[in-house]
């Protein structure tokens, strides 16, 4: 305790905080409603002068009670206080203190301080810019949002004797006068202020301001005692007072100076090697060819080489008249009727005009260049979304093999994933166990895709029925020479159109049983046009269906005969005989020569099929094995996904397309060319910084002034491209080493790519040529009388 009155015991007794600020009271405010925490658990007391944001307070003596009226005694008259205070009890109302926080806007720091409530906004104001260091009359305090005078008081505003109180200040010029406490927070001492009533021995009440202070340390316990009945442990006297400070030894042990090297290195190295020799005990130098040198022409001034300067820009001004632009020209004339001092400040303005104007040039550069920049960062965020989007849709919604291949991938990476994880944290049986659990995880996820893989494929067999009976029964449609759309329709196309509708009608299952027997009925006449086993076979079936139905079978067991009756009658639309405008869109040609020509063996099934159920390759022919066979290899070993290279190749061709319409070599690679394109010879990295996300990468020209080929590309990804596009020359824009290991890839591609016949037409028969240090072979003619040799030599 800083102060202490009468006894400790009365005292005690009569060391009241107020109400709002109790730790058990009916509003303990653990962290106060106004954002302030309270420190180390210690609870704000009015009386409190504290300033800082959090648990960070600085504490200030506080105006009012005891301590206010000696701190704003000297700024308010005797007479004005006394006329403002109403009596009560022997103690006027307006002396009496309150606590104010004020909030600093907008810092959001903090000043708590006791006040007296007699006092005007204007003594307050004058009292925080003495702490705040500020002018008084930049301080503007609201309450509720309110501006208030600085004429009226704290009683006035309706703060009560020992009461508590918000206001916000803030400052009219935060440039010039921004308000932030002087002192950091963390280098008080954080003391706590209350005000206590205590009685004296005569019976007399009065105020008292008390501060408890607390070190930011953590003191030791140097001995006590502990009250038996309350059980509160009183400290002696050295826990109570601050540690002794040593004494000031006038010498600084620990400077900047003496803790920092200064270490300077420089190198000069002279553009002539050169040596001076001097006369010396023992060594003598002749003078005989010494000659002495000196200056030619008249020593000229600082203030003449200027005079000179400005004789001739008036010089260069007149001659230059009549040969500059209007603008200019106003400008020398004005130049010329001038005197020289004045020219050089009108030659002054006028570079700093034209300086302006280069700097707004470039700033409208730099904006353009920015706004590039983001839109082609927006773009490529876009582009990333998009491929995740759709990668994710494709996998939980595959409908097409592709999308399958991207599933099998999924797997098998998490089967690899769970096998290491349960070879590398298990041994033994229960290795074995978890091995077995993981296989039959595995069959059940196959299990899945397949039962999904068979109703996409079901739904894309009708979608291909769909296809074919519209391509058929659609128009004929050309150009007439006004340029009018003409559509024509034949009998042959009328007659598919009718077969189409037919066919829905017959595939659709929602119908009633007399719609149904309209449509077998209509169906039965259609096929009787033609008499063969086809429509002997058809006739059969709907009299079977119309029979089953008179009899009252319900139609969920007529769902068969019905697959049955629509399976035969999509054969005799297929058929050319029955339908003639079917017969250009089959995959099986009628004339038996091209069927013949167009067939081949498929190495793995053993089945002749035509060209287009195997996959184009770069060589001559089609590929041993045919689609199918391709599939299932490898959905059941290697499970891998070729999207990402069918991506880079579809980017490649497209950019190649626009570079130059007669580009061959793009639309020659296949998928699996690619493929060892970028695994085997780039090694599915970027070239230049490494990346390996094969959906970011793209191969671009090394030369971009040279058509694309395996032996002239680079693997980058699509920042990386970008800019290595604008390059101009190659081998100076990147190191000698960078470039021979490029070049050396060139060399792998173009062994493999040289292999395929059609690859190798496009071959450059050229060798590249030499770059930076290499060792180049040439041919060396050596003559020695009649006989001529070669020989190589570097």
Known sequence: MSEQTGKEEQVEENIQPDAAEQPGGDDPEPGGDDGEPRGDGHEEQPGRSTTGAGADHQVREPPGGEGVRSSTATDVPA??????????????????????KVVLVPGGHVMTVAF??????????????????????????????????????????????QGSTRMEMSSTDPTAHPL??????????????????????????????????????????????????TEVEYHHAAAQTPPKRRPDRELVVFSRDSQTVHVRSRAQQCPVDVATQMAAVGCYVSCTSDRPVTAHGAYVTAEERHGARLRAVGLRLTTMRHAVSFPMYVYVCVCVCLSPGQVIRLQAFARRWLARQEVERLRRDRDQR?????????????????????????????????????????????????????TRCLQGADMKASLCSLMDQQTQLISGIERHRGAARDDGRERAVSRLLDKSAAPRWWRAADGRMVEMDSEHTIRARELRDLYKDISCSSVSQEQRLHVLLTLK???????????????????????????????????????????????????????PEVAKLLKVPQNASQLKSDMFLCVACRRYLLSSDFSPTAGTGPSGRCRDCTDLDNVARCREDFSRYENILRRLRADEQRLNEEAKIPFLLQVEDLRYLVEAVWASRSALQASSDLYDLVL?????????????????????????????????????TFIRRIQHKHVLARRHFS???????????????PQGDQLVSKTVTVVTGRRTSHSSAP
């Open 755 to 769: 292999q395929i016949p059609v690859m190798a037409e496009h071959l450059d028969p050229r060798p590249p040529p």
């Open 180 to 229: 932030r406490p002087l002192r950091p927070p963390e280098r008080d001492n954080v003391p706590d202020v209350i005000t206590v009533r205590v009685q004296t021995d005569e019976g007399v009440s009065r105020e008292v301001v008390v501060e408890i202070e607390r070190p930011p340390q953590h003191k030791a316990f140097l001995g006590g005692y502990r009250h038996r009945l």
């Open 525 to 579: 006449h259609t096929v009787k046009e033609h008499e063969c086993q086809l429509t002997r076979d058809v006739v059969g079936l709907i009299d079977r269906e119309v029979d089953l139905m008179t009899r009252g079978v319900k139609a969920a067991s007529l769902e068969g005969l019905r697959k049955r009756i629509s399976t035969l009658f999509l054969q005799y639309i297929k058929t050319p005989a029955f339908n």
């Open 700 to 736: 671009v020209r090394w030369e971009r002034r040279t058509d694309w080929s395996p032996w002239n590309c680079i693997l980058l990804s699509k920042e990386e491209a970008a800019a290595h596009l604008e390059v101009e020359d190659v081998h100076k824009a990147y190191e000698a």
């Open 370 to 422: 920015l706004a590039w920049l983001q839109l082609q960062e927006r773009r490529r965020r876009w582009e990333k979304e998009e491929q995740l989007k759709d990668r994710r849709l494709r996998r939980t919604n595959p409908q097409r093999r592709k999308d399958f291949h991207l599933l099998y991938h999924a797997l098998e990476t998490w089967r690899c994933e769970e096998e290491q994880r349960v």
């Open 116 to 161: 007296a409530i007699g006092l005007r906004v204007q003594q307050l104001k004058l009292h925080l810019a003495a702490e705040l260091r500020v002018p008084a009359e930049v301080l503007q305090i609201s309450l509720d949002g309110r501006v208030v005078e600085e004429q009226q008081s704290l009683m006035e505003l309706g703060v009560q004797p």
């Open 79 to 100: 007479e004005e206080a006394e006329a403002e205070a109403e009596p009560r009890g022997g103690e006027g109302v307006g002396s009496s203190t309150a606590t104010v």
